[in-house]
């Protein structure tokens, strides 16, 4: 309470709240399934983009973090992160030199999936008188980056060929994905992930490449995929905070979900219909409503109003249809409401900072990352 010592700071809206005691407890529980499963854990920054939170995660017992872009690194190691990996491939010549400065720094680990990228990459370290240590991106079925899986022991050799790079191991983003499609299976999903990296990985051991990296999982099958003999790292990111895609996945409960957008009601038009300070700059658009699996409705949870549905989103303002319900709730003009998105990593990018509430106390900590896309 605030025993009437001095007026609670009230934040100004929309922005982005983070129960640091629900943050704590999520980090120490994906710790403990790394520790139990005796594989490294390097989460994925890209969900909170803070080096602050990437401490605590490091300091649950995390290995490393990993990243998408050199400059998210270059924020990362400026603020004391000395072990990264860029799970992104590099081929332009000004960030592959960027990065073999950062490795002369930190211990880097960069990301290959062609015989070009790592050619450049290969190149530019001689020139410098370097040698990068790289992961082959493998692509497990999500055809996004990574070799193709028939293509990847013969990419493999002709890398660990490459003088001036070394090839310490695979990785794969996979998420719930299971015979190319998406799933609710997240058990059989982690698991065949895990195994697929693991026998190829035996295979390329076969032909004199000392892989000694298996890295997988993402937070929907890191858990499973961790208890896969051979499987040696996972890297699930969206954890720390949870969402609402990871409640509806069954990963966590909506209870789990440090991260919501507070927003306040600036219009109430109708009945059915509140307007609130939230649109499309406010909350991420990625995952959108109605789409397989998961079949969310609108752009995130209303808490507290159960039949509330964020259901459309222009730039600056949020349209939430109310059922019955939260039509009875009698919402006001100036009333506030909390938001859980359906993806917190691309929300938190949206914003300059957010908000950690520690009891009834906020500490504002600037997104430090955000925007950081090169």
Do not use: W
Request: aromatic share 4%; charged share 20%; proline share 5%.
């Amino acid at each position: 309470m605030n025993n009437g010592s001095a007026p609670l700071f009230v934040p100004e809206t929309p922005c982005i709240i983070i129960h640091e005691a629900i943050m704590e407890r999520n980090i120490e529980a994906m710790a403990e399934t790394a520790q139990r499963n005796q594989v490294q854990l390097r989460p994925h920054a890209k969900t909170h983009k803070m080096p602050h939170v990437a401490k605590r995660q490091l300091g649950a017992g995390a290995s490393g973090i990993t990243v998408a872009k050199v400059s998210e690194a270059e924020v990362m190691a400026q603020h004391g992160i000395s072990n990264i990996f860029i799970a992104y491939p590099l081929v332009t010549p000004s960030k592959i030199e960027r990065a073999i400065a950062l490795s002369r720094q930190i211990d880097l680990i960069l990301a290959v999936d062609s015989d070009e990228g790592a050619s450049r990459l290969s190149q530019l370290a001689g020139q410098h008188g370097h040698t990068l240590n790289v992961r082959l991106e493998i692509d497990t079925g999500l055809r996004r980056t990574g070799v193709l899986y028939d293509d990847a022991l013969a990419l493999a050799s002709r890398i660990h060929a490459m003088e001036h790079l070394r090839l310490t191991g695979i990785y794969t983003f996979r998420g719930a994905l299971m015979n190319k499609k998406p799933t609710l299976d997240l058990e059989a999903a982690g698991i065949e992930e895990g195994r697929i990296m693991v026998e190829l990985a035996d295979r390329m051991r076969a032909l004199g490449i000392p892989i000694a990296d298996v890295s997988v999982g993402s937070t929907p099958t890191g858990a499973y995929a961790a208890t896969v003999k051979g499987v040696t790292e996972i890297r699930p990111g969206t954890y720390v905070f949870q969402d609402r895609m990871q409640a509806r996945f069954g990963v966590c409960g909506l209870g789990d979900c440090a991260g919501s957008v507070l927003v306040t009601v600036v219009s109430r038009p109708a009945a059915d219909l509140a307007v609130v300070d939230g649109g499309s700059k406010t909350f991420a658009t990625d995952v959108q409503p109605n789409t397989e699996p998961l079949l969310l409705q609108g752009f995130g949870h209303v808490v507290g109003l159960e039949d509330a549905v964020l259901e459309r989103l222009s730039e600056e303002h949020g349209m939430m249809r109310l059922g019955p319900e939260a039509q009875a709730a009698n919402l006001k003009v100036g009333d506030r409401l909390y938001i859980i998105p359906n993806h917190i990593c691309s929300t938190i990018n949206l914003h300059n900072q957010v908000l950690f509430l520690r009891g009834e106390a906020f500490e504002p900590v600037p997104v430090l990352g955000r925007g950081k896309l090169e």
